[in-house]
Each structure stands twice: as structure tokens, then as C-alpha cells.
Nanobody, 126 residues
Framework: QAQLVASGGGLVQVGASLKLSCASS????????MGWFRQGSGPNRQFVAA????????YYTDSAKGRFTISRDRTKNTLYLEMNNLKPEDTAVYYC???????????????????WGQGTLVTVSS
């Protein structure tokens, strides 16, 4: 069974950095687009960052631009989200996801997402 396992969350102070990881098993995700979403106090998961199958194309939500970096190691079947200069509004459960397609825009628009990690909690304290 295909599985994504997110890790790396924690409690940090404002301005700190964290690097989230999303390891995959049971299926190869190396040739599909992947991304990160988060759910804070609101009811919906929000898009954070996306990366295409090769890692050459990335997209970010406006609040993440300049602070977050999405990357992937296809040899390790692992997705990453490096987060710098964290703010209290970044507090959320972060989920990784994989699309069936190769384009990062599929993740941005939540199209063909068919695998989700269990989420990892990031808490930014002021």
C-alpha cells in the first residue's frame, strides 16, 4: 500500500527554522509532482508549496515565498520543505501529498492528488 510519512515538525520560536521530510514507501513517487499543504485553525487545508516530477519547477503560496524551499531527493524517494524565519501564522499541521501527474500545477490546483501523509505539527511560539 502506498504510504507517505511526514516528519520534522516541532515547537520552535519565532524566526527559527525547521526542515520537514516526507518519506514514501509502497510506491515510487519519483515521477509525479508532490507538494505540501497545511491546516491551521481553519477548516481547510491550504496549499503551501509544490514541485514537479524532476524538481526543476516549484511554486509557493505568497506567504511562503522567500522563506520556504521545497525540494526532493528522487534517489531517496523523499520530499522536503525547509522553512526559515518562521512566524506564528505558520503554526499548522503540515501534510505532504502526491499527484498522479507530473506537473507542479496539478498540486497547486489540488488536481489528481491521490496520496497524503499523516501530517506533522509545526508550532511557532512568540
Amino acid at each position: 500500500q502506498a504510504q507517505l510519512v511526514a516528519s520534522g515538525g516541532g515547537l520552535v520560536q519565532v524566526g527559527a527554522s525547521l526542515k520537514l521530510s516526507c518519506a514514501s514507501s509502497g510506491r515510487t513517487f519519483t515521477n509525479v509532482a508532490m507538494g505540501w499543504f497545511r491546516q491551521g485553525s481553519g477548516p481547510n487545508r491550504q496549499f503551501v508549496a509544490a514541485i514537479n516530477w524532476s524538481g526543476h519547477t516549484t511554486y509557493y503560496t505568497d506567504s511562503a515565498k522567500g522563506r520556504f524551499t521545497i525540494s526532493r531527493d528522487r534517489t531517496k524517494n523523499t520530499l522536503y520543505l525547509e522553512m526559515n524565519n518562521l512566524k506564528p501564522e505558520d503554526t499548522a499541521v503540515y501534510y505532504c501529498a502526491a499527484a498522479r501527474g507530473t506537473s507542479a500545477s496539478d498540486v497547486v490546483q489540488s488536481r489528481t492528488l491521490d496520496a497524503w501523509g499523516q501530517g506533522t505539527l509545526v508550532t511557532v511560539s512568540s
